[in-house]
């Protein structure tokens, strides 16, 4: 048996170790989740929209999916967050979306990170941010103001280069056909 | 024929007089759609629903309607300005709603805000200021902030006395129906 310092070691490495490998199973698990919303970013990408992908997860079970579709519908409300959230409130019965997380390839606009805060949805994992317009912390802060009954916590840069590497392609070959005239 | 400088007087008086009658008429203007959105929140009210009313105004024509229904629809987009916005977006058979003003009771919370920079609505009249979630200016500024790429004209206190006693009598008579358990 070993002394009552080695013990007391022994007990700190192996809670440092299980920190550590939880983390590490959350992350493999939003990137997971954050795939899924890629996928759906793609979708977006067939339709000539900025590819956006988004997913709610409640008790690992996605309740909502939804993609950019803002040009297509002619609808303001047609973004990635808004068409999830809604599919997850029907889903719940609820307009508060609690113990969820929601999952988007770029850092949400003011509209979709109100949404978040007046669902409650307690934590967001976003892959991009977004410099001119986001409400994670880029323009303002929506998500984590503490002046609302509620703040969102907010994980950053899960699947970062794949997901900017696609916005990218989409605005680079978007150019390119602006600039043919087709 | 009077002299020089009294035709300036007078030609200076008629244009201020001019700026003083089309102010009041706007007045009158957002009066009247606003007595609309306080008909409208009362709709809410007798549905049990916080009373809040939106219309939204297109070349002097009501092109949007909305109240409060969050409970109702168990949505967290019942709101008052996203339900009139969106059947606007319809009307308009596009995501953008320039040239369009919002009336609104109580001012928006950070969603609805966002919403409203989303679609580019210019003008945005509101009647009483929410101190606990408003995002025109009361905890923050979502509306006027500079780092988007659309800001709204607010005008704030239209009717405001009136919306606010409808406001107060409602969360008297909840707190009245809680106290003796109904």
């Known amino acids: 048996m070993p002394g009552k310092r080695e013990r007391r070691a022994i007990r700190r490495a192996a809670k440092a170790l299980a920190m550590e490998e939880a983390l590490e199973k959350q992350r493999r698990t939003d990137e997971k989740y954050m795939r899924q919303a890629m996928k759906l970013a793609q979708k977006a990408e067939a339709l000539g929209e900025?590819?956006?992908?988004?997913?709610?997860?409640?008790?690992?079970?996605?309740?909502?999916?939804?993609?950019?579709?803002?040009?297509?519908?002619?609808?303001?409300?047609?973004?990635?967050?808004?068409?999830?959230?809604?599919?997850?409130?029907?889903?719940?019965?609820?307009?508060?979306?609690?113990?969820?997380?929601?999952?988007?390839?770029?850092?949400?606009?003011?509209?979709?990170?109100?949404?978040?805060?007046?669902?409650?949805?307690?934590?967001?994992?976003?892959a991009c941010s977004n410099p001119k317009g986001g409400c994670a912390g880029s323009v303002i802060n929506v998500l984590e103001e503490k002046g609302f009954n509620h703040q969102a916590e907010v994980v950053r840069g899960i699947l970062e280069e794949e997901c900017s590497r696609m916005l990218s392609a989409f605005f680079t070959a978007l150019r390119k056909r602006l600039k043919s005239g087709d």
């Open 50 to 126: 900025v590819p956006i992908g988004c997913v709610i997860v409640h008790e690992d079970r996605v309740i909502g999916r939804g993609y950019n579709r803002r040009n297509t519908d002619h609808s303001t409300f047609s973004h990635a967050e808004i068409t999830a959230m809604k599919k997850a409130c029907r889903v719940l019965g609820d307009w508060r979306l609690e113990d969820c997380t929601l999952y988007v390839t770029l850092e949400p606009c003011s509209m979709c990170a109100g949404a978040i805060i007046q669902a409650r949805i307690p934590r967001v994992v976003m």
